[in-house]
């Protein structure tokens, strides 16, 4: 091939750089290694992290059963490593799958349009903000007090620099839920969007309904964000929101030291124009036949450039994938009876410890200790136990607090062993 | 049809929802080990749902055909050349999939206590270390998700250094060749975008930035080499100027699979780049994602970057949260650390000599490609290029055929299309990156293909037009889909 | 290959504009939509907006382009085409006539007399008739 190009080595490919852009040396890192040598280096880095411990950690990720059929799915070439489905007529697969994805996720929401997925959750409540600050035209962000913490700094950091100012709502001491009239008090006429979670980062179960009605009586969307979807196979799905912005994580997705994940944004029909991401939609080709293709993509940055909605280009479609292939292997009644495990599993250790807040919870909720939360997940890592979150790294006033999460693949024994050490 | 491709039988396949019927099931679950908990009574009957309309219910054999059938129509790499310019489809090697799937990596908890979490700082760590080494620059932050939001934590990181030394400046200057991306990172962070014009050979001068660059300019954004596969040869002349005005230069590191090994951003004046693991360093695109955007800087952005920081503290790696200067988080947790994983293990097989050979080779096979279509090609630039070539459609345009039309026929011969009408500033481009994955007898049938379209294009126009011809779905009316949006499956009226 | 109306008046970037005493009503020309290719949004102001000549007053949409339409004159917008947002392919195909975009209630006449005629338009795109 140089000869074809009348070169006489690799290095004459790059001699019209400015030579003083050009590196004189190799690279510092240490000679390319055999595939055996590299999986035992990773290997070696795998057992220096938390193996076969129980874990009772939420907060965002969870640790559900990942049905076999989902790597088998996932880890075809065909969707693997394919390109973004541009081209329509060799991306069908891909498509079909998307919008699958997207009927899904309507159907589990109560939203009438979803995207084909944002990076996670953090980013997706991030840009629904800022789409309900398009959709109204204003600029302020009220953001519930028990959204994930980390949640609510994304959107601080997006705010900040999109000028948009952003003040956070009291939850009730007792109860964990939502302070409405706190709330009540912190939307005015410049509010574009009130962000709630549900169910919270405590784990309680918020009124959507009266959240709704109190940013609409200002003019104001209501963005309801999920971080544990498997909820929504038991829950009363969100449709007095506007914009419910969620994060698919549990759906058979890895916790995988915290990505990738798969966030979406899902919305009302009327507000499409606004969605930031890729959309699937359905149309013919010539010969007649149904297929799918993206569209809308002039709100895209591709298109529309510096005016799009949104500058996110690669979105986690790999990953959706792994979320359509549980959705469709759990259904319509396998997602209700894994939720109502989720729900027995909590209930039943929760029964057992000291509960800080009185609202209804699915999978999750603080716990209330006898001494500090670290002394107590040290007693039960000597058991081979992964506790609850400490939560006063957040939450100042919850110093003496954790955050419990039991899902279908909690033991009871470890729950015994987690309410032991919480009762002592 | 010779050469690559031929036609087979396909397998037709309903959408989920029309092969669902109701009690089918694929899913199990083991008998609870705890009492059950009734809904109702714990959560109060309003707040629990009705049944989920619509939602599937199949068994497992039909799910795994439903999405072995759907995975039939698609094309990939595994299957091929896939050139599309600017997105670097290179080969995923399976041993980043095989670590990446390790248990104690796969099911690490984010807020795992860090004494058990040092296998995964410690890749972390590793993967900051070498990607500093292979730009040049200071430090790394693994956060962003993808190469867009690396653009914007940049920009970020750009006004926060700007704020800090008492004016952000007002707007950010992006060459007229750059990825869309760009422009919508810069409007994000709230900065103006401003077109810089190309060269006729697409480089940027000096003396129009010479011009442009205002104290109202916080930086200049460019993708070097730029989207023609061109290097921007001022570039260390243009990072001087910016630097002497108070302005900062970002790079899109989109194209790195031109550079790295060879020539690295931090030594010739790059202040902020972005790097796209799922490009230059062969994580799977998966079907649009997910990436990795990690983004290097110099010393002066360290104050700056999104908590948590990665540190060394008695011996062990540890995360940093008290960065009062930081500006913040960009997203929950640390970044993809699978894809991490990935781009790491691909950075340890290649080890330094190795990245260098593969951008020689990248570099190699552009040319290859760019010299043999010449003939038949128009090409955008007179200017050496690197890892990419690009052509317009001019001379088939003549005879009514444009780069769409050649880019389905492509798909007839077994190829996946080049990147189709971009850059912008080549009427009817056609961005062709094969990457250093493919064979000289790859790209030969390449070649021969993209001749064969160009006689094709003369001879019968209509035929590359109505193109492609061999897929199971033929060209799709867009516009359609576009006009009355059809984005989720609803029951069709009449049935159940 | 299309005719541009005698009586209309129209814009270098592809508007065209037909006043009636103080109203006038607006649109793309054929060329605009032909190099837009298959339409498949407009964006229009509502009612009551004022819009000043030069700046844009709405957006039309291919499947992968945006172009802003720019007012021809200034003034209130007295009506606009609602039959565009169910079938925007009208534009491509009755530019001149049924798809016209929005009517304006026209502040200053004398604008018009910034407009190019038919001919003069013509003679811009290089083209006859």
Known sequence: MLAALGLNSLEDLVAHLPPEVLLRRPLDLPPGKSEYEISGWFRARAEENASAYACFLGAGAYRHYRPVLVDVIASRGEFLTSYTPYQAEISQGTLTAIFEFQTMICQLTGMEVANASMYDGSTAAAEAALMAARITRRRGIVAARTLHPEYREVIRTYARFAQMPVTESAYEPASGNLDLADLEARVGEDTAAVLVQSPNFFGVVEDVRAAAEIAHRRGALLVVVFTEAVSLGLLAPPADADIVAGELQSFAIPPSYGGPYAGVIATREQHIRQIPGRLVGETRDTRGRRAYCLTLATREQHIRREKATSNICTNQALVALMATVFMTVYGKEGLRHLAEQNLAKAHYLARRVSRRFSGPFFNEFVAVCPRAPEAINQTLLEKGVIGGLPLGRFYPELDGCMLLCATEMSRREHMDLVAEALAS | MNGKARTHVSQNEPLLFEISSPGKRAWQLPPLDVPPADPAEVLGRDRVRAEIAGFPEVSEVEALRHFTRLASWNYAIDLGMYPLGSCTMKYNPRINEAVANLEGLLWAHPYQPESLAQGCLEIMAALEAALAEITGMDAVTLQPAAGAHGELTGLFLIRALLESRGNPRRKVLVPDSAHGTNPASVTMAGYVAENVPSCERGMMELATLERMVTEDVAALMVTNPNTLGVFEQEITRIAELLHERGALLYMDGANMNALAGIARPGDFGVDVLHLNLHKTFSTPHGGGGPGSGPVAVKRIFEPFLPVPRLVRRDNRWALDYDRPQSIGRVRAFYGNFGVMVRALAYIMAHGGEGLRKATLDAVLNAAYVRKRLEPYYEPATTAPTLHECVFSDARQARHGVRTGDIAKRLIDYGFHPYTVSFPLIVRGALMIEPTETESKLELDLFVEAMIRIAREAEEDPELVRTAPHHTRTSRVDEAAAARRPVVRWRPQPGCP | ?129
């Open chain 3, 1 to 129: 290959m299309s005719t541009y109306p005698e009586n209309y008046l129209y814009t270098k970037e592809h508007e065209w504009i037909l006043i009636e005493n103080d109203t006038g009503t607006v649109g793309i020309t054929y060329h605009a939509q032909k190099e837009l290719g298959d339409i498949v949004f407009v964006d229009l102001p509502k009612p009551g907006t004022v819009v000043e000549r030069g700046k844009p007053l709405g957006s039309v949409e291919s499947v992968k382009a945006v172009s802003d339409i720019y007012a021809p004159v200034s003034g209130e917008v007295i009506a606009v085409n609602e039959a565009l947002a169910t079938a925007p392919e009208k534009l491509n195909q009755d530019p001149h006539g049924t798809a016209w975009l929005v009517k304006l209630r026209l502040r200053d006449p004398a604008e018009a007399g910034q407009l190019l005629s038919a001919s003069d338009y013509r003679a811009y795109l290089g083209v006859e008739g």
